[in-house]
């Protein structure tokens, strides 16, 4: 029903409007003669349109037009309205296909009032933003700039270029660009630029949460996606999180906790291949802290609550606090020691084994097990020597157990796709965090608690037990901790 109602809401205003003549929308100041000058703006509705020679449905189509064209109005009649176009090209268009508004004060405060509403549709976002932005031109024109319509200008060209693969209006500074996904809209984030500029150094509570989200959308202008280096992953993070620690309007704190979340997962996966682990902590404490702050300043909404989780997707992501690799674990039995180790470089990790009895020793490198990126202390070897198993950091949300064989040289496997169930359905949600509880007395068992979801965990993790030969789900549970334990034994 909200949906319907978000549809056909934008639609029955146009109908209103020109039904009613514009009244609403192009209403001079009292005094004036004219409801309709020559020289008003003219914003075609639809998605198309038809400039046409002479006021008649039969007349030469000189110029097929798109939502949100704006014209000028050259003179109005009862069913047609003759304009021009940017290139002085003058025609009739049917007055249904249009909105006007005249040169005025009121009027301008009413094509902002217009584009507000438009801008909550897909389907009439295109002519909001034509709106918005020929109303935020007639202030700057008349010396009274309005950063609150900067930024709403902003945030529904973001809406637009995000939603839509074009074309886009020319002037609005959105360009389209194709990548391997597809054909993206990019906005260039002027009206936020020119909100910030407006509001220059005026603090006054009045305009905290405008310059609020002035700020968030020139951080969402620098940076458009996430990036792979280091350096930017620092700074944007940083700058995320100084925002989250600031701010206090509700969607500001609730896109920039998600964006910082975001960018601080794939800087904590950056720099555990980097070996900075003790830097991991600090972005994880940084992280729970603003978290925390979301949380108390907007209870009712789960951006704080998916912040702090987050940050323990770092903590769970630094282990021990130690390396990723080189890491080791080892079994000692009466005169037999046996030590695995995840050592290399990045990109070329290599599990090797390393077996003594007595004063024979034996190294034996595995080579179609290639470690990608261990978790710091997590790696186990099985009490028969048989068997090991690490947590792997898959990617920045996903800590996923892995496990192999001692005796053959193959490849690790991930313990989800082996045991179906369970495991392999939490395998698909956004954030996948896991750890291992060890192995069963004689090998044959692997247990780990994994806890998966997409915008906040669960009340308990869930308790696993999977065989070490077939990687069959054995046991699962989120409360039987008895069994679970005595399964390990």
């Not at 290139?87 to 009032?113: H, N, Q, Y």
């Not at 630029?193 to 959308?217: D, F, M």
């Not at 909404?301 to 021990?320: K, Q």
Request: glycine share 8%; hydrophobic share 40%; charged share 25%.
């Amino acid at each position: 029903m909200k949906d319907l109602i978000r549809t056909l809401a934008p639609r029955f205003l146009i109908a209103v409007l020109a039904s009613l003549g514009f009244a609403v929308s192009c209403a001079l100041a009292f005094g004036e003669t004219s409801l309709e000058p020559e020289g008003s703006d003219v914003f075609i509705t639809p998605r198309t349109a038809l400039l046409r020679e002479k006021p008649s449905p039969n007349g030469r189509i000189l110029e097929k037009l798109s939502q949100g064209t704006r014209l000028t109005l050259v003179a109005p009649r009862d069913r047609y309205l003759k304009v021009k176009d940017a290139s002085g090209c003058e025609g009739w268009i049917a007055r249904e296909v249009a909105v006007l508004f005249a040169p005025t004060d009121t009027a301008t405060r009413e094509m902002v009032v217009v584009g507000r509403s438009f801008g909550g549709t897909d389907s009439s976002r295109t002519l909001a933003v034509c709106l918005l932005l020929r109303a935020s031109e007639r202030l700057r024109e008349t010396k009274t700039p309005d950063p609150e319509v900067e930024v709403l200008l902003g945030e529904t060209s973001e809406a637009l270029a995000e939603r839509s693969a074009g074309p886009y209006p020319q002037g609005t500074g959105i360009v389209a660009e194709t990548t391997a996904s597809g054909t993206h809209g990019r906005y260039d984030g002027s009206a936020f630029a020119r909100a910030a500029a407006i509001l220059g150094k005026e603090t006054s509570p009045e305009q905290a949460r405008t310059r609020e989200r002035a700020a968030a959308g020139l951080l969402r202008t620098k940076y458009p996606v996430r990036s792979g280096s280091y350096q930017t992953l620092l700074e944007e993070t940083a700058s995320w999180l100084d925002l989250v620690e600031k701010a206090e309007d509700p969607r500001v704190l609730a896109s920039a906790s998600e964006r910082a979340g975001a960018s601080g997962l794939a800087l904590g996966r950056l720099l555990l291949a980097l070996g900075k682990t003790e830097d991991i902590g600090k972005i994880r404490d940084r992280m729970f802290a603003a978290g925390k702050r979301v949380r108390d300043v907007t209870p009712d909404s789960v951006a704080g609550r998916r912040l702090v989780s987050r940050a323990a997707v770092l903590g769970s992501m630094r282990g021990n606090g130690t390396l990723s690799f080189p890491q080791e674990a080892s079994l000692a039995g009466g005169s037999v020691q046996r030590v695995v180790r995840i050592d290399g470089k990045l990109g070329a990790l290599q599990l090797s084994v390393e077996t003594q009895a007595g004063a024979t020793r034996e190294v034996k490198a595995h080579k179609a097990t290639v470690p990608i990126l261990p978790v710091p202390g997590s790696l186990r070897i099985s009490p028969d020597g048989r068997s090991v198993a690490w947590i792997e950091v898959l990617s920045a949300s996903r800590l996923v157990p892995v496990m192999t064989s001692l005796e053959r040289d193959e490849e690790a496997r991930e313990v989800a796709f082996l045991s179906t169930g369970r495991p392999l359905r939490d395998r698909e949600l956004a954030h996948v965090v896991s750890s291992l509880s060890g192995f069963s007395h004689d090998g044959q068992r692997l247990g780990m608690v994994i806890e998966a979801w997409n915008d906040t965990p669960g009340p308990s993790p869930r308790y696993s037990v999977v065989s070490v030969v077939t990687g069959e789900l054995l046991f699962e549970t989120s409360q039987d901790m008895q069994t679970y334990q005595r399964l390990l034994r």
